[in-house]
Each structure stands twice: as structure tokens, then as C-alpha cells.
């Protein structure tokens, strides 16, 4: 049957190629996080805090230009990913799966690795403007309770952190007293993640974002600081982030 032979082998071929292909990628991304600078880049990411280049740079050990080369690397091998946030670029890992090699890695070296520690005044770190909406740890905190509990669902926007209000988010922020779909009718980004100065984190940003910062400041769940961007919790505010967010500060 030699048909069936030249089929198999055929098959054979077309694996074998397969498997090169994959080896070669393999070793592609081993070397890319083999290179000490890049990896010490790339563990400093593992925090889940994006960084600028300078940043990294000073972390790597590097120059500003050798750092840039390091990091186009990491960027085109789909180990970290670039956020654009007005004219600054960030960088952060690419995702989970990137996180658990470095992790698995970690557990083969051995060795604690050293967390991140902002420097921002605390006053401006805990809650603050960030424009027309909130900031700081507290909106932050914020931002992941309304992922998580299904308010907010992701969607693709050539490459911006956009969201969408589920039904539930629909009736969760209507209690508050926002209306989503005029919010939503407003000449602007709906809602979308705004990568934190001091957290290095999302919040909530976007016509949705300024509609919670106008809620809180006017239901005083926030005093605005004279002279600051800087915002002090209430005990109203403190008493409503717990029973209406579930979120303890």
C-alpha cells in the first residue's frame, strides 16, 4: 500500500517541522529571559506594578538605550507588553501565563524577590484626582471589585483597557444614582482602565470614572484637601465603601 505509506510519512514530515518550529520558539524566549538584565526586568514586573523604561533601566543596570533594546526583545517575544498612558509608556508582564514561568522559574533558583514601594506621599497614594476621576489605592481597590463581582466586563479596543457595564454593573451603579447609558451617551471614552501614577494599577477611568468621583464628592463620601488633588475619606465614605462596594478601608 504505498499511498498509505506516503501519507504516513508525509504526516511525519509535517510533525517533525511542527516540532522544530516550536523548539525554535522555545529557545527563542529561554534566551530572552536568560539575559540577567532582562530577567531582572522582567521579576521586577512580577508584582503586577508596570514600570517606565527609566524605571527598568535602573533596575536592569543598565543604560537608557541599552534597556530600550532589552525591552523591544522582551516586547517582541510576548513577555511583557506596552501601556500607553498620555505620552508615557509603561511596561508590564503579558499576561499570566508569563507570570507562572517566572514563578516556576523562582521555584527553581530559589531566593525571595523584593516587593514594590511606592514612593508617592501617602496623602496623594491613598485616594486623589487623577483628572476627572478617582485615583490612589482606594480606587484601585475599587476597580478590581467591580471586575470581579461582574460590574465591569473587558473588551478589545485596538489595545486599550475598555469595559463595558454588564446588567449587573447597570443596577449596581444605578443604586448610587449613576445612569450608565446617559453616561454612556456622553462624547467621550465610556470606561476604560487608567494605569495608576502611584499603584501602577488600573482604576477606573473614562465618562463612567468621572460619574463615581461626581457621586462620591457629592454624597461626601470624600472631602477635597485645599491646594492638593489629595481626597480625605469620610466616615460616611468610609461606612458606604464597606456596605455598598465591599470594601474595607
Known amino acids: 500500500m504505498p499511498g498509505h505509506f506516503v501519507y504516513n510519512r508525509t504526516m511525519n514530515v509535517k510533525r517533525r517541522d511542527a516540532n522544530r518550529d516550536s ?9 530572552a529571559i536568560g539575559e540577567p538584565a532582562r530577567a531582572r526586568i522582567l521579576y521586577c514586573l512580577m508584582d503586577g506594578h508596570a514600570r517606565t523604561a527609566t524605571e527598568l533601566s535602573a533596575v536592569a543596570g543598565v543604560g537608557a538605550s541599552t534597556a ?3 525591552l523591544n526583545r522582551l516586547v517582541e517575544e510576548r513577555l511583557i507588553k506596552v501601556l500607553m498612558q498620555g505620552k508615557h509608556r509603561f511596561y508590564s508582564l503579558d499576561g499570566a501565563n508569563v507570570a507562572s514561568v517566572l514563578e516556576s522559574l523562582s521555584v527553581l533558583a530559589g531566593g525571595p524577590r523584593s516587593k514594590f514601594v511606592p514612593t508617592t506621599p501617602s496623602s496623594l497614594r491613598a485616594a486623589r484626582t487623577c483628572y476627572d476621576h478617582l485615583a490612589g489605592t482606594l480606587a484601585v ?3 478590581d471589585r467591580f471586575t470581579t ?9 485596538d489595545g486599550e483597557y475598555a469595559y463595558d457595564v454588564t446588567p449587573k454593573g447597570t443596577r449596581a451603579f444605578a443604586a448610587i444614582g449613576i445612569d450608565v447609558d446617559a453616561t454612556r451617551a456622553l462624547r467621550r471614552r465610556f470606561a476604560c482602565g487608567c494605569l495608576d501614577w502611584s499603584e501602577r494599577r488600573f482604576h477606573l477611568g473614562g465618562a463612567l470614572g468621572a460619574a463615581l468621583l461626581g457621586v462620591a464628592l457629592k454624597r461626601k463620601w470624600f472631602a477635597r484637601e485645599i491646594g492638593s488633588r489629595a481626597l480625605s475619606m469620610t466616615n460616611t465614605g468610609r461606612n458606604e465603601m464597606l456596605a455598598r462596594f465591599g470594601v474595607r478601608v
Open 23 to 31: 523548539d525554535a520558539a522555545v529557545s527563542r524566549i529561554a534566551a
Open 68 to 70: 530600550s533594546v532589552h
Open 141 to 143: 481597590m475599587l476597580h
Open 149 to 157: 463581582q461582574g460590574w465591569l466586563a473587558a473588551r478589545s479596543n
